[in-house]
């Protein structure tokens, strides 16, 4: 079975996403720590290899095979194409393969609105979205999805970029305005809700701006060297990530805080294995869940890969 990106969006509606993720958190799941290779190109930059594999024993196998060529950029090519591949967990035959950036974005904003879930307020329903890329439309559908989302503002550094996305969520009949670059903090003093999706190195959304209630989602940090928010925000905030390895080795949003001494790793409160386990309530556990502010911090993981992967090939099976 071959599923496109089409495909893959017409079998992940968010909530059916959504309880996938949270499922693949209750299980045992065989997840190694995803392999790096270097690649050599001639006349190139180095290449890389990335493959990040789990499995549910006797039940699925996946992996997701993902290839970072920077020299496509001269070119006029994506630099990152992907392909995921989902086999029989009994026999190892190949069930169906997936066209991962599709299934990536779509597993990564439905993460976000999982975490949501657990560490927003019920009644967040002003949302800020800092960035306007890919990820920012499927970051907004999903929030929305899972919270009574009224309002959304769009900041980035593009303002044109950030106008076009307003402009097409007005389209859709949304609530939203535009955040011009200079008001970020005014709007994110008023947010319920801030989604991050950025390649930025710099913070963008100080920890200091947030206030009582909120919710910070940040997505776009996946190096020790980048991040999206001051080292304030980890230490007013109650820390929730995916998962806890990754997270304390991949993004900066953590790394440069703990290597500066503003905070240790047992500022995280909880990772997705123990929210979706019952074993942390998230927001109702805190003292004083009405105005504790939150944050989650996400890296991505070969599970919700997996999970999303099963899901897309189940319900295509189904409409067959």
């Known amino acids: 079975m071959q599923l496109n990106a089409a495909d893959i969006r017409k079998a992940l509606p968010w909530d059916r996403l959504i309880a996938a993720l949270n499922e693949i958190f209750t299980k045992e799941v065989c997840a190694p720590v995803r392999h790096h290779h270097s690649i050599n190109v001639p006349n190139d930059p180095q290449a890389t290899l990335l493959l990040m594999p789990a499995w549910l024993e006797g039940e699925y196998l996946g992996v997701k095979l993902v290839n970072v060529f920077p020299g496509n950029n001269q070119r006029g090519l994506p630099g990152l194409n992907s392909n995921y591949m989902l086999s029989s967990g009994k026999t190892g035959q190949p069930l169906a393969q997936l066209e991962a950036n599709e299934l990536t974005a779509l597993r990564t904003a439905g993460a976000s609105a999982m975490a949501s879930g657990y560490l927003s307020r019920e009644d967040a329903s002003d949302l800020l979205m ?35 996305l307003v402009n097409e969520l007005v389209a859709e009949g949304i609530a939203a305005k535009l955040c011009p670059l200079d008001e970020l903090e005014s709007m994110a003093r008023e947010a319920d809700i801030i989604s991050c999706a950025t390649m930025s190195t710099e913070p963008l959304v100080l920890g200091e701006w947030l206030k009582p209630g ?22 007013r905030c109650q820390v929730f990530v995916d998962v806890r390895a990754g997270a304390l080795s991949e993004t900066g ?44 911090k996400s890296v991505g993981d070969s599970r919700e890969d997996l999970a999303a992967a099963i899901l897309a090939y189940q319900q295509t099976a189904t409409d067959q």
Not at 261 to 289: K, M, N, S, Y
Request: some cysteine.
């Open 130 to 164: 800092v960035g306007a890329g890919r990820m920012a439309r499927y970051l907004i559908s999903a929030h929305r999805s899972v919270r009574p989302i009224r309002t959304v503002s769009v900041w980035n550094r593009n303002e044109a970029a950030a106008l076009t």
């Open 214 to 235: 909120a919710h910070l989602d940040l997505v776009g940090s996946f190096t020790p060297t980048m991040r999206e928010t001051n080292n304030i925000a980890l230490q």
């Open 253 to 296: 949003d953590l790394i440069i805080p703990i290597k500066e001494g503003a905070i240790t790793d047992a500022v995280i409160q909880a990772e997705f294995t123990e929210l979706c386990r019952g074993h942390h309530r998230g927001r109702a556990e805190l003292e004083d869940p009405q105005n504790a502010i939150t944050l989650f």
